[in-house]
């Protein structure tokens, strides 16, 4: 038989616990309704900076410069990563209102292995900008746009006189009362 056993050990030293958060990237993805959100998938990197055994509670939210901010919700904590370890995350943030740059801000709180005495650490932050453009709705004002100058211009095309119904022919003789007119007698 064999036996696993996990084994911690402290040497003696100062505590330095801290998580860095990397790579920040993210990305939008529109939606096929032109007036409806869309959805920022964010991926970075928790990165164990310090020289403890941490873990984190993590939160990201996207927000612009007007409508409400977006959160993905509750999220599974960050397992616990020796020093030097990185955990590589993705998140779907939903309900994204589209109106040009965005911000995906990514917060980490530190959380020590159950049991462990360690000193407060810093929440770890990240962010990055994106451009959360409605790309339906565009496409919708530029063709409604190009129908209403297409009318437009058919308005304002002069017709001849022969083509607008009801409208007297050209000078010349009438042909038709002429016609009427040597039928006889």
């Given at each position: 038989?064999?036996?696993g056993l996990?084994?911690g ?30 959805s ?18 993590q ?9 409400p ?8 904590d960050?397992?616990l990563?020796l ?19 965005v ?13 462990d ?16 453009v409605p790309?339906?709705?565009l ?6 746009l ?11 095309t002069p017709?001849?006189p022969a ?6 022919a ?16």
């Open positions: 038989q064999r036996i996990r084994l050990i402290r040497v003696a030293g100062v505590l330095t616990p801290q998580l860095a958060i990397e790579n920040v990237t993210a990305t939008y993805a529109s939606s096929l309704n032109p007036f409806g959100r869309g920022a998938v964010v991926t970075y990197t928790v990165h164990n900076t310090g020289n403890v055994r941490l873990g984190g509670r939160t990201v939210s996207v927000s612009g410069l007007v409508g901010e977006a959160s993905a919700g509750v999220l599974p960050v397992p990563l020093p030097g370890g990185s955990a590589a995350v993705t998140v779907t943030v939903p309900d994204v209102v589209p109106l040009g740059v911000h995906a801000t990514v917060s980490t709180e530190p959380v020590g292995a159950l049991g005495a360690n000193p407060p650490a810093l929440l770890a932050t990240g962010t990055a900008s994106i451009i959360a790309w339906t709705f496409a919708l004002v530029l063709g409604l190009l129908l209403g100058g297409a009318v437009v211009r058919q308005r304002r017709r001849s083509t607008v119904p009801g409208a007297a050209p000078d010349g003789p009438d042909l038709v009362t002429a016609g009427t007119r040597s039928s006889g007698r």
